[in-house]
């Protein structure tokens, strides 16, 4: 993989794919000693970055007869509307203890949304015959070149921005899950002074102590918050991008994300998730020697609850 | 005043003030049963569409030694950054019993903050006698041709973005308080067929009874959450440029203002106030035969308290 396959698909994205603006506040800037630029990837269609990879992946498709992807979250929107946009039938194979409110959504966006019970049927074994019996295309979320490329499609619009305000090196923070986004954007930034580094919650750490180790490690058992990237380790194609490309990782609290989705409210006016916000937390709360940091706001589909805890911290 | 002044304005503009997103959601045009599109002044620099006006009017100004401006919200804080940016100092005269976080938020944009007792002093007395003293240029908030031309460059952008969307007809709703962003915004749309409109709370509907009227009525005592749009009456200068332009105004309650905020808190990810929702919510709420609306997201600088009961209508 490298930038033509990115800048193939910034071409197929134009005119569908949102440009997000990548904004700041003097009084985050005060707060972190240093300049901190958000990428508002939340003000995506569907809400996450996650549009760009699903866009990507559908747009480059030949004659398929639909799509089908596994997902609870962000992903199932994203690969639901741009299929929608593609006129094509999608499947979205979600667990039936899943939000309401997401399960509603991705059908609202036009998706077929197949339940299945996780403690007693494989959503792989669904999935398979779903797509044998109807000829669907698995979109995978991250071990996918094309979605891989798509995401990649933010790290060329952050290049531009970041260039028209002056900013040519900087660390990147990205926000990190099975490591679609941070592959992407740090094969769209490789030749630059922008550095990609990727930021995760505590406890899903895989990829800060893969990184470490040289070789892809599993999370053992935790809980966070951070319901869109708690993913059990990196991704066999997403990770040796990663091992080439990018800086070391960092790692945030629970408590820390919150705070940060917080200070995105009363500083930037956006609505920022918890798995979205890791990279701003990281920005704010831990030592880095980059004069300017990049974060991406990944994604803001946060329940009215989850938003209150995070507003308690001001 | 015409459309040449906005152009000036955009071009000084340029690179300083941000272009915000035109963002929209299946959602929201399902429930309004039309087209809702959403320009996001929110994520403006000091979180409102007021910078625009600010930047417009100091860019301006030739050998100033500095700025003032009355004001307890987001015109001031428009004014102290921009001002700040251009190396100028500002003084910002507000009520002493002004929100504590709205002082201090000036004062850190590098304002210097007037307090003056709004029982027994004159505002503009103080003003007057500091302006003399220190060779200080007022800007007025809206009754000003520059900071109105600047407001309109919100307009450019809105009919650039509408158009690669492929709209072209359109009623565009504008949150309107003393009438300046409403009337740079139809100064910068004539010609166009997008029509622009004023929206307001209910109690505060000056504007949207004195185009009906043909002449300039005033608020009778009223209380509305809308801080930042609760004018007395429509401005000398911006009136009869709304009344060559604008179409009828549109009037909302603070309760549909409040469901407005949570449906952009929900669909568009944005974090708005309530006057700078009351475009959405008449765009969601009230009869419009239009079918494309362009409703101004004009401001978020609202306390958590505010937009719990915000949260609380979804």
């Known amino acids: 993989m490298n930038i033509d396959m990115i800048e193939a698909a910034a071409a197929r994205a134009r005119g569908h794919v949102r440009r997000t603006p990548l904004l700041g506040s003097p009084f985050l800037d005060d707060l972190a000693g ?4 958000v990428k508002a990837e939340c003000l995506q269609h569907t809400g996450s970055f996650k549009f760009r990879g699903a866009w990507s992946a559908i747009s480059a498709l030949q004659g398929a007869a639909g799509v089908i992807a596994f997902s609870s979250g962000n992903h199932a929107q994203g690969v639901a509307l741009a299929a929608r946009m593609h006129g094509l039938p999608s499947v979205i194979v979600m667990p039936s203890d899943a939000p309401a409110l997401k399960i509603a959504n991705t059908r ?26 109807r000829d ?10 094309l979605v ?28 990190c899950g099975g490591g679609g986004f941070t592959a992407g954007m740090a094969l769209a930034l490789e030749g630059s002074r922008l550095r990609v580094r990727p ?8 990829t800060a102590r893969s ?8 999370n053992g058992d935790a809980q966070s918050i951070c319901d869109a990237i708690v993913t059990p380790a990196p991704g066999e194609i997403t990770f040796p991008i990663l091992q080439r490309l990018c800086g070391p990782g960092l790692v945030v609290s629970d408590e820390e994300a919150l705070r940060a989705m917080a200070l995105a409210f009363q500083r930037l006016k956006i609505v920022i998730e918890p798995g979205g916000a890791v990279a701003l937390a990281a920005a704010l709360f831990r030592d880095i020697e980059a004069e300017t940091v990049i974060v991406t706001a990944s994604g803001g589909n946060v329940d009215p609850a989850m938003f209150l805890r995070a507003l308690d911290t001001l």
């Open 136 to 145: 669907l295309t698995l979109i995978r979320p991250y071990d996918e070149p």
């Open 148 to 175: 891989i490329a798509g995401q990649g499609t933010c790290g060329l619009e952050i290049a531009e921005q970041a260039a028209e305000l002056g900013v040519t090196e900087a660390d990147v923070l990205v926000c």
């Open 199 to 206: 930021a995760e919650p505590e406890g899903f750490d895989d």
């Open 108 to 133: 609202a966006f036009g998706a077929e949304v197949v339940l299945y019970d996780r403690r007693t049927e494989s959503r792989e074994e669904i999935g398979e015959r779903l797509a044998h019996d």
């Open 211 to 218: 990184l470490k180790a040289g070789t892809r490690l599993h």
């Open 34 to 37: 240093r300049r901190i630029l």
